[in-house]
């Protein structure tokens, strides 16, 4: 983080942001490899290895705290070898040493810190210590001494091996289950909402008390289920409370100072239960995968409201988070340092939020008297701080904004019209916005994962297919070029997991593969170019091949052999704050099916769904996405061929009225002469369809049966509804 | 096999009924058909409400397995009528 340390550790030869701010610990850090390895066996010593990454606040605060410290790092160096891991960039080493850590304490998070045998057996770990012993709190000082001095102690040293292989067969079994399969509960569905309407906050939204996490793929399972419901008999309650608990918990984030009300875009999470005080870092799959539920909103409701929230949200994606080139960083850091530290003695701590926090006086400079007044009244502004939740005191006298008021609250307060005070916060927005584009920005993590870009291209391409802003295209396309050049080779079809400055790294895990081809089905959904469906349909084949469990049901996380040190191969059941690549594969290899008029994912399919399903049966919500699957397996298809001009107004506007309904699933496919027989290759059918009176032509499909082709966008209405 | 007479009410556009007359084929099952789009005036008017008779939501394939009427490419639901 600082270069405390004028001589840099072997980290600075890594491309990872996390891994290049522990660079000038005094801590002789190794990255995750073999001379570590040899070293922990030559010299018969225990690894240390410690994972996170680098837009984490706990991280930074071990790291400044213990791991800066040449007293602690020099104890660290002379009892174990250390090793420095960023979990994006190994998500199915952090998924191994997290289980192995919740099964020894019963919790875990970031920073993980654990302690493994020279054979890589976990035995102690945990998450954040203290440099010196708190209350109740071990030290991260004692337990090195304690763990140390275990290791150099004959009787003590044996127990901890054994206790390393036992953890390792528990965490075996747990993450690679095998077991067999029954068939899915035919009231999985149905549990699986009353499990969320038990958890749902009714009052202030979400699923759990403070911290309150997004959980799109909860507002994604309960849109799907809301469509499940209303297109089923007897079940339209069921899919109002459904609809109901989506739309609370997306106003009340976006409400929240959860979401950056200047910049667009959501925060990491919120610390308090009513939204209002979140840690700040912003993470690229939160903000692809709540895109998707806002626009999902605005299509169920029409309220421009979730639109606004879709447009900001993409606008800040393009500005603040896209590489020149193509494709989308990975997130940025909750900490920087505060815009007045200059005057205040040069004082350069960074601080959490200082980016995003605002105290009245200076809104008002910026503002103005009466625009800041209505500003602050809008927004919830006090001159004294409006954060009432502030363990760290990092917030004192600071305001983060909300909307305090609605416009008409506000238009009544002042006595003005409601346009007059739309406009005029609009542009107090854009002046504070532009004041804060002078202070300290946070730092970027602008690493580009193949997973994480494939749920943005998803994002983006859906965001123009409803909204036809051209710049959500050409976002999503170049992100999808980017990865095609710098992350792909078309030679030996193999794609890779992460890209820094010209460096390309890591083989891609299922995660990168499934969310890839999401995001290409529904980029040729935007644009349809049948290249990107023709690259879907190649990675779902290697993505089948490569991960896919033959003989259980399920997706491994990992290729074999993708770590030689590492022999599980973890299968992930549930959904987490990305959804797991099981459930997305399912999604993808059903939708696949629709464009390549193809049966041969159905066993992937259903053996998926009942051996995951199965699995979770007690608890139904801890795989959303996967319900989502689910509901799609069961509902009737939605087909919508079109033969039409790709740039003619008509065919547009035939496009327009597919694309405004939410119909989970649905599948769109553009045919003109320039792309037909192409299209035909996986589509034989397509080489027959037609324009009829040379018009723009819609062929509807619902349920493997077909309605006769019409060419008025009004009657492709009616045959959706 | 039954010896059910079967009739297949299609469009010449439509990709379920390409399947299911492929199925047909491939199961060697004997059917008849006609493609509704391909015909003209009276004629087509006569057909769509035979249609429609079987399957008031005039969608296709439609399809007459004996007294059997399924609606869509349903590989399964054939099969049981076929009693293949």
């Given at each position: 983080?600082?270069?405390?340390?004028?001589?840099p550790n072997?980290?600075?030869h890594?491309?990872?942001?996390?891994l290049?701010?522990?660079?000038?610990?005094?801590?002789?850090w190794?990255?995750w490899?073999?001379?570590?390895?040899?070293?922990?066996?030559?010299?018969?010593?225990?690894?240390?290895?410690?994972?996170?990454?680098?837009?984490?606040?706990?991280?930074?605060?071990?790291?400044?705290?213990?791991?800066?410290?040449?007293?602690?790092?020099?104890?660290?160096?002379?009892?174990?070898?250390?090793i420095?891991?960023?979990?994006?960039?190994?998500?199915?080493?952090?998924?191994?040493?997290?289980?192995?850590?919740?099964?020894?304490?019963?919790?875990?998070?970031?920073?993980?810190?654990?302690?493994?045998?020279?054979?890589?057996?976990?035995?102690?770990?945990?998450?954040?210590?203290?440099?010196?012993?708190?209350?109740?709190?071990?030290?991260?000082?004692?337990?090195?001494?304690?763990?140390?001095?275990?290791?150099?102690?004959?009787?003590?040293?044996?127990?901890?091996?054994?206790?390393?292989?036992?953890?390792?067969r528990?965490?075996?079994?747990?993450?690679?289950?095998?077991s067999?399969?029954?068939?899915?509960?035919?009231?999985?569905?149905?549990?699986?909402?009353?499990?969320?309407?038990?958890?749902?906050?009714?009052?202030?939204g979400?699923?759990?008390?403070?911290?309150?996490?997004?959980?799109?793929?909860?507002?994604?399972?309960?849109?799907?289920?809301?469509?499940?419901?209303?297109?089923?008999?007897?079940?339209?309650?069921?899919?109002?409370?459904?609809?109901?608990?989506?739309?609370?918990?997306?106003?009340?984030?976006?409400?929240?100072?959860?979401?950056?009300?200047?910049?667009?875009?959501?925060?990491?999470?919120?610390?308090?239960?009513?939204?209002?005080?979140?840690?700040?870092?912003?993470?690229?799959?939160?903000?692809?995968?709540?895109?998707?539920?806002?626009?999902?909103?605005?299509?169920?409701?029409?309220?421009?409201?979730?639109?606004k929230?879709?447009?900001?949200t993409?606008?800040?994606?393009?500005?603040?988070?896209?590489?020149?080139?193509?494709?989308?960083?990975?997130?940025?850091?909750?900490?920087?340092?505060?815009?007045?530290?200059?005057?205040?003695?040069?004082?350069?701590?960074?601080?959490?939020?200082?980016?995003?926090?605002?105290?009245?006086?200076e809104?008002?400079?910026?503002?103005?008297?009466?625009?800041?007044?209505?500003?602050?009244?809008?927004?919830?502004?006090?001159?004294?701080?409006?954060?009432?939740?502030?363990?760290?005191?990092?917030?004192?006298g600071?305001?983060?904004?909300?909307?305090?008021?609605?416009?008409?609250?506000?238009?009544?307060?002042?006595s003005?019209?409601k346009?007059?005070?739309?406009?005029?916060?609009?542009?107090?927005?854009?002046?504070?916005?532009?004041?804060?584009?002078?202070?300290?920005?946070?730092?970027?993590?602008?690493?580009?994962?193949?997973?994480?870009?494939?749920?943005?291209?998803?994002?983006?391409?859906?965001?123009?297919?409803?909204?036809?802003?051209?710049?959500?295209?050409?976002?999503?396309?170049?992100?999808?070029?980017f990865?095609?050049?710098?992350?792909?080779s078309s030679?030996?079809?193999?794609?890779?997991?992460?890209?820094?400055?010209?460096?390309?790294?890591?083989?891609?895990?299922?995660?990168?593969?499934?969310?890839?081809?999401?995001?290409?089905?529904?980029?040729?959904?935007?644009?349809?170019?049948?290249?990107?469906?023709?690259?879907?349909?190649?990675?779902?084949?290697e993505?089948i091949?490569?991960?896919?469990?033959?003989?259980?049901?399920?997706?491994?996380?990992?290729?074999?052999?993708?770590?030689?040190?590492?022999?599980?191969?973890?299968?992930?059941?549930?959904?987490?704050?990305?959804?797991?690549?099981?459930?997305?594969?399912?999604?993808?290899?059903?939708?696949?099916?629709?464009?390549?008029?193809?049966?041969?994912?159905?066993?992937?399919?259903?053996?998926?769904l009942?051996?995951?399903?199965?699995?979770?049966?007690?608890?139904?919500?801890?795989?959303?996405?996967?319900?989502?699957?689910?509901?799609?397996?069961?509902?009737?298809?939605?087909?919508?061929?079109?033969?039409?001009?790709?740039?003619?107004?008509?065919?547009?506007?035939?496009?327009?009225?597919?694309?405004?309904?939410?119909?989970?699933?649905?599948?769109?496919?553009?045919?003109?002469?320039?792309?037909?027989?192409?299209?035909?290759?996986?589509?034989?059918?397509?080489?027959?369809?037609?324009?009829?009176?040379?018009?723009?032509?819609?062929?509807?499909?619902?349920?493997?049966?077909?309605?006769?082709?019409?060419?008025?966008?009004?009657?492709?209405?009616?045959?959706?509804? | 096999?039954?010896?059910?007479?079967?009739?297949?009410?299609?469009?010449?556009?439509?990709?379920?009924?390409?399947?299911?007359?492929?199925?047909?084929?491939?199961?060697?099952?004997?059917?008849?058909?006609?493609?509704?789009?391909?015909?003209?005036?009276?004629?087509?008017?006569?057909?769509?409400?035979?249609?429609?008779?079987?399957?008031?939501?005039?969608?296709?394939p439609?399809?007459?397995?004996?007294?059997?009427?399924?609606?869509?490419?349903?590989e399964?639901?054939?099969?049981?009528?076929?009693?293949?």
């Amino acid at each position: 983080m600082s270069e405390a340390n004028s001589r840099p550790n072997r980290l600075i030869h890594e491309k990872s942001p996390y891994l290049l701010q522990h660079a000038y610990n005094p801590v002789d850090w190794y990255p995750w490899g073999d001379e570590a390895f040899e070293k922990s066996k030559a010299e018969n010593k225990l690894v240390l290895l410690s994972i996170g990454y680098s837009t984490c606040h706990w991280c930074h605060v071990m790291e400044k705290e213990s791991f800066m410290n040449p007293n602690i790092a020099e104890l660290m160096n002379h009892n174990f070898v250390c090793i420095k891991l960023d979990r994006e960039e190994r998500p199915d080493l952090d998924k191994i040493y997290l289980t192995a850590v919740s099964a020894l304490i019963g919790s875990a998070g970031w920073p993980l810190n654990v302690f493994l045998t020279p054979e890589l057996k976990p035995f102690y770990g945990g998450t954040y210590f203290p440099p010196v012993a708190q209350s109740g709190m071990l030290s991260w000082t004692d337990l090195l001494k304690l763990i140390s001095a275990a290791w150099n102690d004959p009787s003590k040293k044996k127990k901890l091996l054994s206790s390393g292989q036992e953890l390792s067969r528990i965490i075996t079994n747990h993450l690679s289950w095998s077991s067999s399969h029954g068939p899915i509960d035919t009231n999985l569905l149905d549990n699986a909402l009353n499990n969320f309407s038990t958890r749902f906050d009714r009052k202030l939204g979400g699923f759990s008390p403070a911290p309150k996490f997004p959980s799109p793929s909860i507002q994604n399972f309960l849109y799907a289920y809301y469509f499940y419901a209303k297109n089923s008999v007897q079940k339209d309650e069921s899919g109002d409370t459904a609809l109901e608990m989506a739309n609370v918990t997306l106003r009340a984030m976006a409400t929240g100072g959860i979401y950056d009300q200047l910049g667009g875009g959501f925060h990491r999470y919120s610390t308090d239960a009513k939204w209002h005080v979140p840690h700040f870092e912003k993470m690229l799959y939160d903000n692809a995968q709540l895109l998707k539920n806002y626009l999902d909103a605005f299509l169920i409701t029409r309220d421009t409201f979730f639109e606004k929230v879709v447009r900001e949200t993409a606008d800040y994606v393009l500005r603040d988070m896209t590489h020149p080139d193509g494709g989308f960083y990975s997130a940025e850091d909750a900490d920087s340092i505060p815009p007045d530290s200059g005057e205040n003695g040069g004082h350069k701590k960074k601080i959490e939020g200082a980016f995003y926090v605002w105290e009245q006086r200076e809104i008002r400079a910026v503002l103005g008297p009466e625009p800041g007044e209505i500003f602050s009244y809008h927004y919830g502004v006090q001159p004294q701080g409006n954060v009432e939740y502030d363990p760290h005191g990092d917030f004192i006298g600071k305001n983060i904004l909300f909307a305090a008021h609605s416009l008409d609250e506000t238009a009544d307060k002042f006595s003005r019209s409601k346009n007059d005070i739309a406009q005029m916060l609009k542009e107090s927005k854009i002046k504070l916005l532009q004041a804060r584009a002078d202070r300290p920005r946070p730092h970027l993590d602008d690493k580009i994962l193949t997973s994480w870009n494939g749920l943005m291209i998803s994002a983006l391409s859906r965001a123009y297919q409803v909204l036809e802003d051209e710049r959500y295209l050409t976002a999503a396309r170049n992100a999808a070029k980017f990865i095609q050049k710098n992350l792909y080779s078309s030679e030996t079809k193999l794609l890779y997991r992460r890209w820094r400055k010209g460096e390309r790294k890591i083989v891609g895990m299922a995660s990168d593969y499934a969310f890839l081809i999401q995001g290409l089905i529904d980029l040729y959904e935007a644009d349809f170019d049948p290249g990107w469906l023709e690259w879907a349909l190649e990675l779902m084949d290697e993505q089948i091949a490569l991960f896919y469990d033959t003989k259980n049901g399920g997706f491994f996380m990992t290729r074999k052999g993708h770590d030689k040190k590492i022999d599980l191969r973890v299968k992930e059941d549930t959904d987490s704050v990305t959804p797991s690549a099981g459930s997305v594969a399912v999604l993808n290899a059903l939708r696949l099916a629709r464009f390549a008029d193809s049966g041969k994912y159905s066993t992937v399919v259903e053996q998926t769904l009942e051996s995951v399903l199965s699995r979770i049966n007690s608890q139904p919500d801890s795989a959303p996405e996967l319900l989502v699957a689910l509901i799609i397996s069961r509902l009737k298809p939605v087909e919508v061929v079109i033969d039409g001009d790709r740039n003619g107004e008509d065919t547009r506007s035939m496009l327009r009225t597919v694309n405004s309904f939410f119909i989970p699933g649905k599948a769109v496919i553009l045919v003109d002469n320039t792309i037909r027989s192409r299209l035909a290759r996986q589509l034989p059918f397509v080489s027959s369809v037609k324009r009829i009176d040379n018009k723009t032509t819609a062929y509807v499909c619902m349920g493997k049966s077909c309605k006769p082709p019409v060419t008025d966008p009004e009657k492709v209405k009616n045959l959706l509804n | 096999m039954s010896d059910n007479p079967v009739k297949i009410y299609s469009l010449s556009t439509c990709s379920h009924c390409k399947s299911t007359k492929k199925f047909l084929s491939d199961c060697t099952v004997m059917y008849d058909f006609v493609d509704v789009d391909l015909l003209e005036g009276e004629e087509r008017k006569a057909i769509l409400e035979d249609v429609k008779k079987f399957n008031p939501k005039c969608s296709f394939p439609t399809i007459i397995i004996g007294d059997k009427v399924i609606v869509g490419f349903k590989e399964n639901e054939m099969r049981e009528a076929l009693g293949l």
